[in-house]
């Protein structure tokens, strides 16, 4: 959709002017010459850009007048030089900018641009506040095992201070929630709430997504922006997937956790930053300690205040309620007809082992209430996996007699090693071990200098 912008500029020449700018750069444009004429078109704006000087109505009383029908509606204020003072006036009024005359139209854009920009944050981050105010509360998180209200118990001592918080836990178990309920439950509420997934930034960008840049940084950096973290300045920062962070970037979050300061990427002005880290992992990072692919100082930081979240398979008393939860949730976005669901239907659900965990189950009961055409949802309407992987019940084998642990584990290390020829990367395939981790264990049995 296109963004109307409302001109009102008493001048017809330069309001012609200005309208014809905006529409090459694809605005719509309203004009009015009065600022009585702008209050009957400021509805439909998406901004207004108005001269303060005006005849009858003067453009300080229609911006009081414009921010009691809309507050968050964008107004920037043109001016003659030498008038700052009326400008600074305007902008305690609420204006978001100022033009001082004459201006160039390149800037005139530019200022539009960054008003509109700086609105659609605002309507966005309000509309998110007030959504996640309602779904990130206790009774969206639904646990009745011991294990959950261990961890609701936790949730509570750990919200209102700014410890530290590594949540640990398969995916699907619901480490996303568990973090925002720790910021919806803190004194930083209604601060930001930035999420970081690690995963998803290429390990060439991490820095400068995290930390920001300054113009000229690189090639391409053609203004400067902040970063992640100067997003969540006085809020929280969630980090879900934190044992994939490459090396050098580790040492710049210890930086952070440690001193809260950082430098953007191609600048020497070190930021001060008051930030909440709540990070998450679906790894064993004592395992990625042991491969030497974790820094173990920056471990130590983030594990602060562990918690880790069982996954599904453990808590199989949780199913039924979490099952009753999502059908109240789900039926009515999805127009079924279902209201409940019946118990032939929740053993069928309790008798499946959920390798996707809660996020699995809450799919699974989705695409049943699509297909539901009762007002109960029955067992025949659950609709899981074709072949699912079945838990073995047979006695998994045990150590061969005569062997501890170690010796054992030495054994395969070395039968491995004996299969692959001595090349260590196939022998850590072998073992379904990175050839780091492969390394680490060699050096533990003084093998990895004699080439073993």
């Known amino acids: 959709m296109k963004h109307r912008i409302l001109v009102v500029e008493d001048e017809a020449k330069l309001r012609r002017v200005i309208e014809l700018q905006l529409q090459a750069a694809g605005y719509e444009v309203d004009l009015a010459g009065t600022a009585e004429e702008a209050l009957r078109l400021a509805d439909r ?7 303060l000087r005006l005849p009858g109505m003067d453009g300080l009383e229609l911006l009081r007048l414009l921010r009691r029908q809309d507050e968050l509606l964008p107004v920037v204020v043109m001016t003659a030089f030498g008038s700052v003072e009326i400008a600074v006036e305007a902008m305690k009024l609420g204006a978001t900018d100022f033009l001082p005359k004459p201006f160039s139209l390149d800037h005139l854009l530019t200022v539009i641009q960054k008003a509109l920009e700086v609105r659609a944050l605002r309507d966005e981050n309000r509309s998110l506040r007030e959504e996640l105010g309602r779904r990130y509360t206790f009774d969206n998180i639904v646990g009745r095992s011991p294990a959950m209200q261990e961890i609701f118990a936790t949730i509570l001592r750990v919200a209102p201070t700014r410890a530290t918080v590594l949540l640990a836990g ?13 910021h919806y439950h803190s004194p930083r509420r209604d601060r930001p709430f930035v ?93 990625a300690l042991e491969e030497g692919t974790f820094r173990e100082d920056l471990y130590y930081r983030l594990n602060v205040v562990p918690i880790n979240i069982p996954p599904l398979r453990e808590r199989k008393e949780d199913i039924p309620f979490l099952a009753e939860h999502f059908v109240r949730k789900l039926a009515p976005e999805l127009g079924s007809t279902a209201t409940s669901i019946s118990e032939a239907a ?38 899981l996996e074709a072949s699912p992987r079945a838990v073995k019940s047979a006695a998994v084998p045990f150590l061969p007699e005569g062997y501890t642990l170690e010796e054992y584990e030495q054994a395969l290390i070395r039968e491995a090693l004996r299969r692959a020829n001595g090349n260590k990367s196939q022998a850590a395939r072998l073992l379904g071990l990175t050839r780091n981790a492969l390394r680490y264990r060699l050096s533990q049995m003084g093998l990895e200098d004699r080439g073993a």
């Open 195 to 287: 999420k970081i997934n690690c995963t998803a930034i290429p390990e060439n960008l991490m820095e400068s997504e995290l930390f920001g840049f300054e113009k000229g940084a690189f090639t391409g950096a053609v203004a400067s922006k902040p970063g992640k973290f100067e997003l969540a300045d006085t809020g929280t920062a969630f980090l879900d997937e934190i044992g994939d962070v490459p090396g050098p970037i580790q040492v710049k979050l210890l930086r952070v956790l440690q001193e809260r300061e950082f430098e953007r990427l191609g600048s020497n002005k070190t930021r001060q930053i008051d930030v909440r880290i709540i990070a998450a992992t679906n790894r064993d990072l004592r395992a």
């Open 170 to 182: 398969e995916s699907g178990v619901g480490k996303d929630l568990i973090a925002r309920a720790i």
């Open 346 to 383: 929740i053993q069928k659900l309790m008798e499946y082992h959920w390798p996707g965990n809660v996020r699995e189950l809450e799919n699974v009961i989705e695409r049943s209430l699509v297909l539901c055409s009762g007002t109960v949802l029955e067992a025949s309407d659950i609709k």
């Open 45 to 51: 704006a998406s901004l207004v850009l108005t001269d």
